[in-house]
T-cell receptor
């Protein structure tokens, strides 16, 4: 499967701690994206990193991409209870523009 | 703000019924997608469309069909609903921007087939 695989499947931390989620994939990509899903809702796009980029920041989010290892990580710094959600990585496969393959997600719980 | 709406948040149907799930986006996006989401399986692509009257099969098209008569509307059809189609259905749309497409999702429809 070309699907992104996420690790860990579930993560529980205290408010203020950092949360790190990892994503691995198997094919060449145009870009890798991270999405967030609150319970029972649709997904919301967080950040996109192109295949020629290594690191990207957006507020408390930091994403890294290592195309040689076919892996990415999402770091949420100084987590808050409101960050509790499921986080999905999605890859846009090279030369298949527009179509995304999603991972199974990491369920993050941030305890106050 | 991009808005993607789905016709129902919750739907209960009986086995064998024909089911229509509607999705409408208001940002003139070319691309539209239907996924189903099941615990432990993540999001799986059912069908997608790059333009009006165009459709492409995703990873799990069996038992489903789609219709895109207008650019803003993408319908998912379950010709004869079965219990294994009980799931959360998510619609998404995106603007074609070669290599940087991000998808905007609707709130989802939780379908139960009895």
């Amino acid at each position: 499967s070309q699907q992104g695989e996420e690790d860990p499947q579930a993560l529980s931390i205290q408010e203020g701690e950092n949360a790190t989620m990892n994503c691995s994939y198997k094919t060449s990509i145009n870009n890798l994206q991270w999405y967030r899903q609150n319970s029972g809702r649709g997904l919301v796009h967080l950040i996109l990193i192109r295949s020629n980029e290594r690191e990207k920041h957006s507020g408390r989010l930091r994403v890294t991409l290592d195309t040689s290892k076919k892996s990415s990580s999402l770091l949420i710094t100084a987590s808050r209870a409101a960050d509790t959600a499921s986080y999905f990585c999605a890859i846009e496969i090279y030369n298949q523009g527009g179509k995304l393959i999603f991972g199974q997600g990491t369920e993050l719980s941030v305890k106050p | 703000d991009v808005k993607v709406t789905q016709s129902s948040r919750y739907l209960v149907k009986r086995t064998g019924e024909k089911v229509f799930l509607e999705c409408v986006q208001d940002m003139d996006h070319e691309n539209m997608f239907w996924y189903r989401q099941d615990p432990g399986l993540g999001l799986r692509l059912i069908y997608f469309s790059y333009d009006v009257k165009m459709k492409e099969k995703g990873d799990i098209p069996e038992g489903y069909s789609v219709s895109r008569e207008k650019k803003e509307r993408f319908s998912l059809i379950l010709e004869s609903a079965s219990t294994n189609q009980t799931s959360m259905y998510l619609c998404a749309s995106s603007f074609s921007d070669r290599g940087t497409d991000t998808q905007y999702f609707g709130p989802g429809t939780r379908l139960t087939v009895l």
